[in-house]
């Protein structure tokens, strides 16, 4: 079944604007949220990552929002660049065993015009 | 840049052949894992290993097969190839001790069986 549900598939964003991506999970055992970048021919980068004891944590242009009550979280880029055109996956960490696994949402195609 | 490094990076193979692709880290992780990823972006763990000797399934079954006899090297081999295993396959390390920890990915290996 599908833990973590990742929204919009894809967005087009005007340069300068504000892309928002959203993901939903379902289970409450899960203890570190990151949102990783990929590049066409690369493998995922993480990118910003935030725990569930905070609501929202800023990088530079990029910010996690947390909601645990509706288990949901977001990111948001600021000013978006055309250099920010990439795949962004969500996941969500399950403690498993004798370590933990991630598990990604089903990740947005961003393309941010000049 | 990550230290994990995936061969090869794109491979055509006919039905039936026997292939292993190759993933090597030189961080020292204890924690490797296989994804697959199809066509629509989205990633599925199918195998990961906590350390040396140890290998699991993951979440998506795959006919797929994994050894982890050294720490840095986690190859995945397919005895016979199909048309249906045609996928990137991306390898993904991280730390084994302490807090939730960045996961690092390889380049991944774009293999296409006809």
């Known amino acids: 079944q599908q833990q973590v549900k990742q929204s919009p598939q894809s967005l087009i964003v005007q340069k300068g604007g504000i892309s928002i991506i959203n993901c939903a999970y379902e289970?409450?055992?899960?203890?570190?949220f990151p949102w990783y970048q990929q590049f066409p021919g690369k493998g995922p980068a993480l990118l910003i990552a935030i725990r569930p004891d905070v609501s929202e944590k800023k990088e530079g242009r990029f910010t996690i929002s947390f909601n645990k009550s509706a288990k949901q979280f977001s990111l948001h880029i600021m000013d978006s660049q055309p250099g920010d055109s990439a795949t962004y996956f969500c996941?969500?960490?399950?403690?498993?065993?004798?370590?933990?696994?991630?598990?990604f949402g089903q990740g947005t195609e961003l393309s941010v015009k000049p | 840049e990550a230290d994990i490094y995936q061969t090869p990076r794109y491979l055509v193979i006919g039905t039936g052949k026997k292939i292993t692709l190759e993933c090597s880290q030189t961080m020292g992780h204890d924690k490797m894992y296989w994804y697959q990823q199809d066509p629509g972006m989205e990633l599925h763990l199918i195998h990961y290993?906590?350390?040396?000797?140890?290998?699991e399934k993951g979440d998506l079954s795959s006919e797929s097969t994994v050894s982890r006899i050294r720490t840095e090297h986690f190859p995945l081999t397919l005895e016979s190839a199909r048309p249906s295993h045609t996928s990137q396959y991306l390898c993904?390390?991280?730390?084994?001790?302490?807090?939730?920890?960045?996961?690092?990915f390889g380049q991944g290996t774009r293999l296409t069986v006809v």
């Open positions: 993904a390390s991280r730390p084994g001790t302490g807090a939730v920890t960045e996961a690092f």
């Open positions: 289970n409450t055992a899960f203890d570190y």
């Open positions: 996941a969500v960490h399950k403690v498993y065993n004798q370590g933990g696994k991630l598990i």
């Open positions: 290993s906590y350390g040396v000797n140890s290998t």
